[in-house]
Nanobody, 123 residues
Framework: VHLAEYGGGSVQSGGSLRLACVMSGYDYSTHCMAWIRQAPGQEREGVAA???????KLSDSVRGRFIISRDYAKNILYLQMNSLKPEDTAMYYC??????????????????WGQGTQVTVSS
């Protein structure tokens, strides 16, 4: 079970980034996947999640700006982040759960996590 995030970096406010989570060592096609972020001194926040059937949910803080998607053939999870704001600055983690999630998509109780990738947005 291995999750590796890519694509973080530093951008100015209003810019865009696309994060990718490469999943290996297991067939994640049946897993629920999520992007969870944590800013310094703050609690973890689930920002986007997607079930194995493609149903997804975004947090209020990113809805309309972020898009979550997954490539089942390549076993990659994406997070397209547009109109970035300084408050989006955080470490972004990819997380996986083999259980189906209905009402708990954005809860940060996923059992498997990557190492994270830093996103910094300057004003």
């Amino acid at each position: 079970v291995h999750l590796a995030e890519y694509g973080g970096g530093s951008v100015q406010s209003g810019g865009s980034l696309r994060l990718a989570c490469v999943m290996s060592g297991y067939d994640y096609s049946t897993h629920c996947m999520a992007w969870i972020r944590q800013a310094p001194g703050q609690e973890r926040e689930g920002v986007a999640a997607i079930n194995s059937d493609g149903t997804s949910k975004l947090s209020d803080s990113v809805r309309g700006r972020f898009i979550i998607s997954r490539d089942y053939a390549k076993n990659i999870l994406y997070l397209q982040m547009n109109s970035l704001k300084p408050e989006d600055t955080a470490m972004y983690y990819c997380a996986a759960d083999r259980k189906w999630r209905l009402n708990t998509l954005l809860e940060v109780t996923y059992p498997n996590w990557g190492q994270g990738t830093q996103v910094t947005v300057s004003s």
